[in-house]
């Protein structure tokens, strides 16, 4: 079992950046890859980006080039840097864990609660 809990959403101006991080516990950290996935209202939740234990990291869409992931595996922690923020990024932002080496096809089975994340002016 590995619980997930996320921080750091909140409300942003355009072009303005946010920190989200994912605290883990509950097992060993280092095995899982770790991912952002987002739900926007009315659709469905995407992947955003994930980081595998190996340190492979995968971007999706729009947020290439303005996001970063990485991972503390001494704090069992996974961060997503946003910048540049759009309104399109509005979301809630859940974090997740796939058991396993490599960069997983699908979302694994841990999920945090998600944190709100909205960009307006």
């Known amino acids: 079992q590995v619980q997930l809990v996320e921080s750091g959403g909140g409300l942003v101006q355009p072009g303005r950046s946010l920190r989200l991080s994912c605290a883990a516990s509950?097992?060993?950290?280092?095995?899982?890859?770790m991912g952002w996935y987002r739900q926007a209202p009315g659709k469905q939740r995407e992947l955003v980006a994930v980081?595998?234990?190996?340190?492979?990291?995968k971007y999706v869409g729009s947020v290439t080039g303005r996001f970063t992931i990485s991972r503390d595996n001494a704090n069992n922690t996974v961060s997503l840097q946003m910048n540049s923020l759009k309104p399109e990024d509005t979301a809630v932002y859940y974090c997740?864990?796939?058991?396993?080496?490599?960069?997983?096809?699908?979302?694994?089975?841990?999920w945090g609660q998600g944190t709100q994340v909205t960009v307006s002016s």
């Open positions: 980081i595998s234990s190996g340190g492979s990291i």
């Open positions: 509950g097992s060993i950290f280092s095995h899982y890859a």
């Open positions: 997740n864990a796939a058991l396993g080496s490599g960069i997983p096809i699908k979302p694994g089975d841990y």
